[in-house]
């Protein structure tokens, strides 16, 4: 396979998508603007903003953006979790200060987009996604665990 495909590399600000539709050309609206327009496709959750409110509104979200405006702000994950255990199909960006170390992390709790506000190594990064052949808790991304796989056979 193509190692610019396998980094899921895209056009623009994204600097790794790991998608095969479309990219969303809509810009994104607040939390509490999408709540009040029923024809917000795009937002963006920042962080403090409730997540559960937008839970009502999966169906017509094409695009959700979550600002990391510090690597050391964790409740982007959070967000990230919420939205696809609710079940959140659609575009899952991480924007803001993403670093090489956590997007394993980010794309275990279900980001398959991102746009980091300075742009990481190519190589670095296919590492970083590599990082964890094998994982023991269950997560949005729907690996199969450590026991899952011991219970196999």
């Known amino acids: 396979m193509d190692k610019a495909r396998d980094l899921g590399t895209s056009p623009d600000e994204v600097q790794f998508r790991f998608r095969d539709d479309e990219p969303v050309d809509h810009g994104t609206v607040t939390v509490d603007a999408a709540i009040d327009q029923s024809n917000a496709a795009a937002v963006r959750i ?53 670093l090489i170390d956590q997007l394993s992390h980010m794309r275990r709790c279900g980001f398959d987009s991102f746009a980091p506000d300075k742009r990481l190594d190519e190589e670095d990064a296919a590492r970083a996604f590599a990082t964890w052949d094998n994982v023991y808790q269950r997560a949005a991304d729907a690996r199969r665990t450590i026991p899952e796989q011991r219970h196999e056979a």
Not at 58 to 86: H, K, Q, T
């Open 46 to 98: 920042e962080p403090g903003d409730d997540t559960r409110l937008l839970l009502p509104f999966l169906d017509r979200l094409a695009l959700v953006e979550v600002n990391f405006p510090s690597f050391g702000d964790g409740r982007g994950y959070s967000a990230a979790r919420i939205l696809r255990e609710a079940g959140y199909t659609g575009e899952l960006r991480a924007v803001g200060d993403v």
